[in-house]
């Protein structure tokens, strides 16, 4: 199984970006996908989290009410539009699935994105 994120680069302070991370291989459902970030110096963090159904979303405190995590289950493929953005949101933004890959809940696994730069800057 293999992701591939895209949708990264540069912008200005109050710009907007739309990350995507569509996932492909040998797949029978894809239950919680994820976006965490990276930032240079810093720990890896969760950004935003989003159920199997879609309905079930979460989001850290300083992204809420700016990006909106989402999914496309005939694609497999996750969303983060992100608005607003700040210098602060700058990171190395890394997708994260868990997949199963068979009917029994022994073939789950949980894969990450290669990453993809979000630079916010004048």
């Known amino acids: 199984v293999q992701l591939q994120a895209s949708g990264g680069g540069l912008v200005q302070p109050g710009g907007s970006l739309r990350l995507s991370c569509a996932a492909s291989?040998?797949?029978?459902?894809?239950?919680?996908m994820a976006w965490y970030r990276q930032a240079e110096g810093r720990q890896r963090e969760l950004v935003a989290f989003i159920g199997s159904g879609g309905g079930n979303t979460n989001y850290a405190d300083s992204v809420k009410g700016r990006f909106t995590i989402s999914r496309n289950n005939d694609r497999n493929t996750v969303y983060l539009q992100m608005n607003s953005l700040k210098p602060d949101d700058t990171a190395v933004y890394y997708c994260?699935?868990?997949?199963?890959?068979?009917?029994?809940?022994?073939?789950?696994?949980?894969?990450w994105g290669q990453g993809t730069q979000v630079t916010v800057s004048s």
């Open positions: 291989g040998s797949i029978f459902s894809i239950n919680s």
């Open positions: 994260n699935v868990e997949v199963q890959q068979t009917r029994s809940a022994w073939t789950r696994l949980n894969v």
